[in-house]
Each structure stands twice: as structure tokens, then as C-alpha cells.
């Protein structure tokens, strides 16, 4: 049987624990920097000019890191139908993703005659926020 | 597709959960093959099979739509 089991398609998945650091580490990103934000503002101004960019980079970068790491963690009973589940999402997230990049700026074009391009980033953390959400929710509704 | 695990398992008496430990998947995976929700790989059919000691095909029936 485990033999038979090799030969079944597979993902390589990170191991269930990444869930907990993905988590944290989105997590710290949201709450941590975003306090850092508001007190650094108050207590010095100037050096919050000077960094400003930098966490805002960082702040991102750690939070698509945490949903990266999140998202491919592997659930505690990981089998065919999670499998199938996890490839629907991010078919689901793929098209998503490629209907905002393609609906938004015509939007922002209508709307407000401007040209407007979407940011990378942007994109990532809307890609994997919707292959979280939508294997969430089949997961539960199986 | 239509199946007899809900029968199968009555005749064991074991509950979706103790099946699907027996088989090494989740509890999830039985309740959607058991409403016909998912149609099983070969592998777990088989596995399927072993536990209850009848064939593939006593297990899972085509139907005409099929």
C-alpha cells in the first residue's frame, strides 16, 4: 500500500507547525509594526521620516513571508481530497488575481481618467489571501 | 457514483472518524465520499475494500448518469 502511495500525486508541504510561525510572523507584521508606526511618528519624527520606507517594505515582506508559510503548511490529516482542495484554491486565486490586475485599472481609468498600475506586493498578499480564505471555506463546507 | 461505505460501516460498527483513522485519512474525506460529494483515488478505494473484506465494485456502483 505504501508503495501505491508514491505513485499518487503529491504536494511537498511544509509541516504543520509552519502554520503556527506563518501565523506569528503575519501577525507581528500587522500589529507590531503598525504600533511601531504610530509611536515612532510621535516620539521621533525625524528618524520615522527616514525609515518610514523601509518598515513599510519590511512590514510587507514579512507579512507575505507568515501567508507563504502559512498557506503551504501542511493541515494536521493532510490527504487526497486536502490535496484537491489546495489545487481548486489556488486555481481560484489565480483568477482572481488576474481579474483585479485587469478590472482595477480599467476601473481606476473610467472613474478617474487616470492610469494606474497594481503593485506586486499588493498582488502576492491578495493572491494568497484569497487561496487561504477559499480553502478555509472548502475545506469546512466538505 | 453511489456507495455502501455508510453500510459497511454500520455492519462493522465503527463511526466516519474510526474509519478514517483506520484508513489514514480525515473524517471529511468519509463524510464527502459517503454523500457521494467525492469520488476516491484508486489507492483508498482499495484501502477501502481491504478494511471491509468485499470488492471495489460491491463498494462503488456507476449509475446511468454515470
Known amino acids: 500500500m505504501e508503495n501505491l502511495q508514491k505513485h499518487q500525486p503529491q504536494l511537498r508541504l511544509l509541516p504543520n507547525y509552519f502554520k503556527k510561525i506563518g501565523m506569528g510572523l503575519f501577525l507581528f507584521a500587522m500589529i507590531v509594526l503598525k504600533l511601531v508606526f504610530i509611536y515612532l511618528k510621535e516620539l521621533n519624527p525625524v528618524w520615522f521620516e527616514n525609515c518610514h520606507d523601509f518598515l513599510r517594505i519590511v512590514g510587507f515582506d514579512i507579512s507575505i513571508i507568515g501567508l507563504l508559510l502559512f498557506a503551504f503548511a501542511k493541515d494536521e490529516i493532510e490527504d487526497e481530497l486536502t490535496l484537491l482542495i489546495r489545487l481548486q484554491s489556488i486555481a481560484y486565486a489565480f483568477i482572481f488575481v488576474i481579474l483585479f490586475v485587469v478590472i482595477k485599472p480599467l476601473y481606476a481609468f473610467i472613474d478617474s481618467n487616470q492610469i494606474s498600475e497594481v503593485d506586486g506586493k499588493l498582488i502576492i498578499i491578495l493572491m494568497l489571501v484569497v487561496y487561504i480564505s477559499t480553502f478555509i471555506l472548502r475545506k469546512k463546507k466538505m | ?66
Not at chain 2, 13 to 25: D, F, H, P, R, Y
Open chain 2, 1 to 66: 457514483m453511489k456507495n455502501t461505505i455508510k453500510v459497511e460501516r454500520a455492519k462493522l460498527n465503527i463511526t466516519q472518524s474510526e474509519l478514517a483513522e483506520k484508513i489514514g485519512v480525515s473524517r471529511q474525506t468519509i463524510n464527502s465520499i459517503e454523500i457521494g460529494r467525492y469520488v476516491p483515488s484508486t489507492t483508498l478505494a482499495l484501502k477501502l475494500s481491504k478494511l471491509f473484506g468485499i470488492t471495489v465494485n460491491e463498494i462503488f456502483k456507476l449509475e446511468e448518469d454515470d
